[in-house]
């Protein structure tokens, strides 16, 4: 995922209109967030906003829960992995407005389909699973609901019940809005 980070002489600046707040964002493997309207890495941070979100996370016992059960013991790696997953994406939109998360549909808007994990821990937004990925894919192609669920090797009923699903993931009204926003997101 490109984000619009900026660096020029050594110093990462940010994109006009993202000033209130805290973004923090996942980019080249590395935890990295927009404080007070410069671009840094978590470690570069005060220790205040890096506290801020460390206890934003251990707020967070649904993501804990699942990353226990998944064998994620270590803080720091339990911790990257949430800040990779939950936190994940650039949006320009604070995610920590007066020390309180505020996640929007594209924290989740990850773009690894195949990983094992999507619609399990990072679907706490509109993370889709590869299945609703590759079902989407297949509407955009604009092929009749019974040729798609032909290619798909799955019965309309099954089409049909995946798109309901799928468009109450996203909260679209129809299958137009729901292929609309999915393009928004990426896919």
């Given amino acids: 995922m490109e984000t619009k980070v900026i660096e020029k002489n050594q110093i990462r600046k940010l994109p006009a209109g993202l000033i209130e707040g805290v973004e923090a964002f996942w980019y080249n493997n590395e935890k990295w967030l927009i404080y007070n309207g410069t671009a840094m890495r978590f470690t570069e941070?005060?220790?205040?906003?890096?506290?801020m979100i460390a206890n934003q996370f251990l707020k967070d016992f649904k993501s804990r829960t699942y990353l226990k059960r998944i064998g994620a013991t270590s803080f720091a790696g339990s911790?990257?992995?949430?800040?990779?997953?939950?936190?994940?994406?650039?949006?320009?939109?604070p995610d920590f407005v007066n020390g309180k998360?505020?996640?929007?549909?594209?924290?989740?808007?990850?773009?690894?389909?195949?990983?094992v994990h999507r619609g399990r821990f990072c679907?706490?937004?509109p993370g889709l699973r590869n299945w609703e990925v590759e079902t989407i894919v297949a509407l955009k192609q604009g092929f009749t609901f019974e040729k798609t669920a032909q290619m798909l090797c799955i019965t309309l009923a099954g089409l049909r019940s995946r798109i309901e699903k799928m468009k109450e993931k996203l909260d679209a009204r129809n299958t137009t809005q729901l292929i609309t926003k999915a393009t928004e997101l990426g896919i």
């Fill in 45 to 51: 941070a005060p220790a205040k906003v890096q506290n």
């Fill in 79 to 93: 911790f990257d992995f949430w800040y990779r997953c939950v936190i994940g994406a650039l949006d320009e939109k």
């Fill in 101 to 115: 998360f505020t996640a929007d549909a594209y924290n989740h808007s990850c773009n690894d389909y195949k990983c």
């Fill in 123 to 125: 679907s706490l937004g």
